[in-house]
Antibody, heavy 122, light 110 residues
Framework: QVQLVQSGAAMKSPGSSVKVSCKASGGTLSIYTLIWVRQAPGQGLEWLGGIIPGLDAADYAQKFQGRLAIDTDESMTTVFMELSRLTTEDTAVYYC???????????????WGQGTAVSVSS | QSVLTQPPSVSAAPGQKVTISCSGSSSNIGKNYVSWYQQFPGTGPKLLIYDNNKRPSGIPDRLSGSKSGTSATLDITGLQTGDEADYYCGVWDSGLSGMTFGGGTRLTVL
């Protein structure tokens, strides 16, 4: 059974960038949609973007266009999410999650990383 | 403001049934798969329903999902105190070209 392990918590200053990794163990990511979701304190879930590593084409939520990059390593076992020009409103827990079914289409995310807390403060 | 509308809260007594609704539009629920997630405070989401009405292995059959037109529902029967959590619906929105989640529903088991 695949597990997703994310990198550790980060504290950043406004205007800087953060890069979070999501590594799959026990399975492959290459043919599955892998998404990034965040949750600000006391708020709901917000989709940032997604990628199918084997296709190497990412989708991004419009509000993050231009400051979000999602890519994968050559082995397609680790996916990275980099968010730039951070503001205090980017303070949140960031999750990666894998779709339950291989291929394109969003069916439902059945494997989740443990979450990475990103705090943005001056 | 989410494009998917969920009631902020629902409640029911142990053993009873509760229905959580998720209202959308023709560009999201009307044409794409709905999924449902459970989240306890301080933990990540857990998939309860995928492809509108399918349960992953390990999810009991007292949880069920359905979809009709531009709305979806999650039913939980035989409520237990352990069901107290936040519940979210999620779906791809073809108009936005992105995934969207409902605002979440807090379930209280009285």
């Amino acid at each position: 059974q695949v597990q997703l392990v994310q990198s550790g918590a980060a504290m950043k200053s406004p205007g800087s960038s953060v890069k979070v990794s999501c590594k799959a163990s026990g399975g492959t990511l290459s043919i599955y949609t892998l998404i990034w979701v965040r949750q600000a304190p006391g708020q709901g879930l917000e989709w940032l973007g997604g990628i199918i590593p084997g296709l190497d084409a990412a989708d991004y939520a419009q509000k993050f266009q231009g400051r979000l990059a999602i890519d994968t390593d050559e082995s397609m076992t680790t996916v990275f999410m980099e968010l730039s020009r951070l503001t205090t409103e980017d303070t949140a827990v960031y999750y990666c999650a894998r779709d339950s079914l291989a291929g394109t289409g969003y069916h439902g995310m059945d494997v989740w990383g443990q979450g990475t807390a990103v705090s943005v403060s001056s | 403001q989410s494009v998917l509308t969920q009631p902020p809260s629902v409640s029911a007594a142990p053993g009873q049934k509760v229905t959580i609704s998720c209202s959308g539009s023709s560009s999201n629920i009307g044409k794409n798969y709905v999924s449902w997630y459970q989240q306890f405070p301080g933990t990540g989401p857990k998939l309860l329903i995928y492809d509108n009405n399918k349960r992953p292995s390990g999810i009991p059959d007292r949880l069920s999902g359905s979809k009709s037109g531009t709305s979806a529902t999650l039913d939980i029967t035989g409520l237990q105190t352990g069901d107290e959590a936040d519940y979210y619906c999620g779906v791809w929105d073809s108009g936005l070209s992105g995934m969207t989640f409902g605002g979440g529903t807090r379930l209280t088991v009285l």
